[in-house]
T-cell receptor
Framework: SQTIHQWPATLVQPVGSPLSLECTVE??????LYWYRQAAGRGLQLLFY??????ISSEVPQNLSASRPQDRQFILSSKKLLLSDSGFYLC?????????FGPGTRLLVL | DQQVKQNSPSLSVQEGRISILNCDYT??????FLWYKKYPAEGPTFLIS?????DKNEDGRFTVFLNKSAKHLSLHIVPSQPGDSAVYFC???????????FGKGTRLSVIA
C-alpha cells in the first residue's frame, strides 16, 4: 500500500520569508499528486495538482507555486509568505478516483 | 460558486443513535462521491464512496445514500460512537482521477 510523507509537520515563518514544503510518496508509481490547504475554520481548497513529472496545474492564483522534480516528489513553494498563507497544508495522491492524504504540515506565518 | 455544499457546519448526536450528514451538489457531471473523516491536525481519512450507478453503499456502520435526481447524498453512521467525533467532508469528482471538489465539512460531536 502507498505511504505519503510530508515535512515538516509544523512550521512557523515570518512574513516575507520563503517556503518549501515537501511531499514524497512510496508504494506507487506515476501517481496523480495534489496540494490542498485548509485555512482555520474552512474547508479544503485545492491549490495544485500534477499528473506527472514537470506537469503542474494551478487551481487558484496566489503567491504559491508547485514543482514535481521526480515521479514521487511534490514540492510547494513560495518566495515571500503572506499572513494569509497560514493554514494546514495537505498532500494527497489519487488512485482509482479516490484521494489519499498525507499527515499535513501546519504553517503559521507571523 | 460552491459545487459541493454541506449546509450544516455542526451536528451533535447521542452515543448509540444515528448520525446523518448531508451533502448537496450542483454539477450534474459529478459521477463519483466520497466521504472523508478528519481529526484535528491530521490528514483526512477516506471513509466510503459511491458511484453514480448506485444509490446506496454500505460498509459496516457507515452507509452512503445517493439521490441523483435531487443531487443529494447523505452519510449514515449507526450506531454513533464517541470516536466518530470529527469533521466529515463530502467530495465529488467527474470521470476518474480528476481533482476532487470538497464541501466545507460538518463537525460531528457524539456525546456519551
Amino acid at each position: 500500500s502507498q505511504t505519503i510523507h510530508q515535512w515538516p509537520a509544523t512550521l512557523v515563518q515570518p512574513v516575507g520569508s520563503p517556503l518549501s514544503l515537501e511531499c514524497t510518496v512510496e508504494g506507487t508509481s506515476n501517481p496523480n499528486l495534489y496540494w490542498y490547504r485548509q485555512a482555520a475554520g474552512r474547508g479544503l481548497q485545492l491549490l495544485f495538482y500534477s499528473v506527472g513529472i514537470g506537469q503542474i496545474s494551478s487551481e487558484v492564483p496566489q503567491n504559491l507555486s508547485a514543482s514535481r522534480p521526480q515521479d514521487r516528489q511534490f514540492i510547494l513553494s513560495s518566495k515571500k509568505l503572506l499572513l494569509s498563507d497560514s493554514g494546514f497544508y495537505l498532500c494527497a495522491l489519487g488512485r482509482s478516483g479516490t484521494q489519499y492524504f498525507g499527515p499535513g504540515t501546519r504553517l503559521l506565518v507571523l | 460558486d460552491q459545487q459541493v455544499k454541506q449546509n450544516s457546519p455542526s451536528l451533535s448526536v447521542q452515543e448509540g443513535r444515528i448520525s446523518i450528514l448531508n451533502c448537496d451538489y450542483t454539477n450534474s457531471m459529478f459521477d463519483y462521491f466520497l466521504w472523508y473523516k478528519k481529526y484535528p491536525a491530521e490528514g483526512p481519512t477516506f471513509l466510503i464512496s459511491i458511484s453514480s450507478i448506485k444509490d446506496k453503499n454500505e460498509d459496516g456502520r457507515f452507509t452512503v445514500f445517493l439521490n441523483k435526481s435531487a443531487k443529494h447524498l447523505s452519510l449514515h453512521i449507526v450506531p454513533s460512537q464517541p470516536g466518530d467525533s470529527a469533521v466529515y467532508f463530502c467530495a465529488a469528482s467527474a470521470r476518474g482521477n480528476t481533482p476532487l471538489v470538497f464541501g466545507k465539512g460538518t463537525r460531528l460531536s457524539v456525546i456519551a
